[in-house]
């Protein structure tokens, strides 16, 4: 059995054993505003589930340098951000919006999605996504290793869902993974895609 102690490894090192393996990772394209009305645009697959009862997600954001990448500025400035689901449709657009640009261009310009007015924010959604929620900041929480903030943990209640009609089956109340084809994130460049489903029973 291979065997590392966290503390003799880089933080790069680090990095790739996790990336590897915690896996699948669903993605998710963040949407936020600056306080100038920039749009900023970028993917995170550091990113899940925390509660349904309220409906919170999770997404941590890693500082770069001691920095706030955008999204995080942003979050913290206005505490609001639109996330949505990454699925095949819009992984190449939401691919660009990696891109390093400065705070003051919108990663938008980078792609073919269009948007359209949020319900209860002001931040845009992009309307090619099929899920979006719309979101607003419920606590943010500093990472730190000994003194130093290495990243930002967003905890972001969702106030709005919004679905597209062709993954959603209203008899279940389920999303349809098939008609949604979400998106995962592996290591390095890789993604995946869904594969063979397993359906198992819980016992009682």
Same mark, same amino acid.
């Given at each position: 059995?291979?065997?590392?102690?966290?503390?003799?490894?880089?933080?790069?090192?680090?990095?790739?054993?996790?990336?590897?393996?915690? =896996?699948? @990772?669903?993605?998710?394209?963040?949407?936020?505003?600056?306080?100038?009305?920039?749009?900023?645009?970028?993917?995170?697959?550091?990113?899940?589930?925390?509660?349904?009862?309220?409906?919170?997600?999770?997404?941590?954001?890693?500082? +770069?340098?001691?920095?706030? +990448?955008?999204?995080? /500025?942003?979050?913290?400035?206005? +505490?609001?951000?639109? =996330?949505?689901?990454?699925?095949?449709?819009?992984?190449?657009?939401?691919?660009?919006?990696?891109?390093?640009?400065?705070?003051?261009?919108?990663?938008?310009?980078?792609?073919?999605?269009?948007?359209?007015?949020?319900?209860?924010?002001?931040?845009? @959604?992009?309307?090619?996504?099929?899920?979006?929620?719309?979101?607003?900041?419920?606590?943010?929480?500093?990472?730190?290793?000994?003194?130093?903030?290495?990243?930002?943990?967003?905890?972001?209640? =969702?106030?709005?869902?919004?679905?597209?009609?062709?993954?959603?089956?209203?008899?279940?109340?389920?999303?349809?993974? /098939?008609?949604?084809?979400?998106?995962?994130?592996?290591?390095?460049?890789?993604?995946? +895609?869904?594969?063979?489903?397993?359906?198992?029973?819980?016992?009682?």
């Amino acid at each position: 059995m291979f065997k590392r102690v966290p503390s003799d490894l880089t933080e790069r090192e680090n990095y790739k054993l996790l990336i590897g393996s915690v =896996i699948p @990772r669903p993605v998710a394209v963040v949407a936020t505003r600056s306080s100038k009305r920039v749009t900023n645009v970028a993917p995170f697959s550091y990113f899940n589930i925390v509660s349904s009862n309220p409906p919170i997600l999770s997404l941590a954001i890693q500082r +770069k340098n001691g920095e706030w +990448k955008d999204t995080a /500025k942003n979050l913290l400035e206005t +505490k609001e951000a639109v =996330i949505h689901v990454l699925d095949e449709r819009i992984l190449v657009d939401a691919n660009q919006t990696a891109a390093s640009l400065s705070s003051e261009e919108s990663e938008l310009s980078l792609t073919s999605f269009t948007t359209s007015e949020s319900d209860t924010i002001s931040v845009p @959604r992009i309307n090619e996504a099929s899920i979006a929620f719309e979101t607003t900041l419920y606590q943010h929480v500093p990472i730190k290793k000994g003194q130093e903030t290495t990243a930002d943990l967003f905890l972001l209640q =969702i106030s709005t869902y919004q679905i597209s009609e062709a993954v959603y089956d209203e008899q279940t109340g389920y999303i349809d993974p /098939k008609q949604l084809q979400p998106i995962s994130r592996l290591a390095g460049n890789d993604y995946g +895609k869904l594969g063979e489903i397993i359906r198992l029973l819980r016992p009682e």
